[in-house]
């Protein structure tokens, strides 16, 4: 596909963000949104039973009183069910925060797919990211990175494309993420996987998220 031009299909959606220049887009604020994306994305497409917040504070909750024992054992297993799931997204977060942090610079899009296999998608979500700011020492952002990505969250999410996208959930499914980058390189090997240039068909859904985002050097 050209870079320069996209031809969009019928099932195709695009939702282009106009990042405002107060944003820093650091590996950790880039990180953040796309994990914010991926959390929303599973509860919406009912892939996880509740949202992540949720499913967090239980899960603490539990874990931090150990000695409470649930005789209860449909909600055992309900717990055990949720705790799966949020250990699952806790440790492909943490993998995307960390191909963000040591190798944000090569990364130029990040690939949701949903489907028994990555080749036979369901729905495709695509994250385009303009470009990677690194070099900055991340705390002198962190207030006014996470001030503004509400902003860009909201304009995602109360985007009618968006909102046409969340109006038929789907059957639970496999979720596959997919980074793709400038160069082939890997920095964690235990998470990710080197594979050939994902091609999307044709028929599948893609919703294509755009963070148009320009920087002028200025921030400290």
């Not at 996209?6 to 107060?22: A, C, F, G, M, P």
Request: proline share 4%; net charge neutral.
């Amino acid at each position: 596909m050209n870079s320069n031009k996209k031809v969009l299909e019928s099932k195709d959606e695009e939702i282009n963000i106009k990042v405002i220049e107060q944003v820093l887009l650091t590996p950790l604020t880039c990180a953040s949104l796309v994990n914010e994306v991926l959390k929303c994305l599973l509860y919406q497409k009912s892939q996880i039973p509740y949202p992540y917040n949720w499913m967090k504070n239980v899960v603490k909750k539990k874990r931090s009183n150990p000695d409470v024992k649930n005789t209860n054992l449909q909600a055992e297993r309900h717990y055990h069910s949720v705790c799966s799931a949020y250990d699952s997204l806790e440790k492909i977060m943490d993998s995307i925060a960390a191909q963000f942090k040591d190798d944000g610079s090569n990364i130029k899009k990040i690939l949701i797919i949903f489907g028994s296999t990555p080749y036979s998608a369901k729905e495709v979500y695509t994250i385009n990211i303009s470009g990677v700011v690194i070099g900055h020492v991340e705390k002198n952002h962190l207030n006014a990175n996470s001030k503004h990505q509400y902003k860009i969250l909201r304009d995602i999410f109360f985007s009618d494309e968006w909102i046409n996208t969340m109006d038929l959930p789907m059957v639970p499914t496999n979720t596959y993420v997919i980074i793709e980058k400038v160069a082939a390189t890997v920095v964690d090997e235990l998470s990710f996987q080197s594979v050939s240039e994902y091609v999307k068909l044709p028929s599948v859904k893609n919703v294509y998220i755009n963070l148009n985002y320009h920087y002028d050097g200025n921030h400290n």
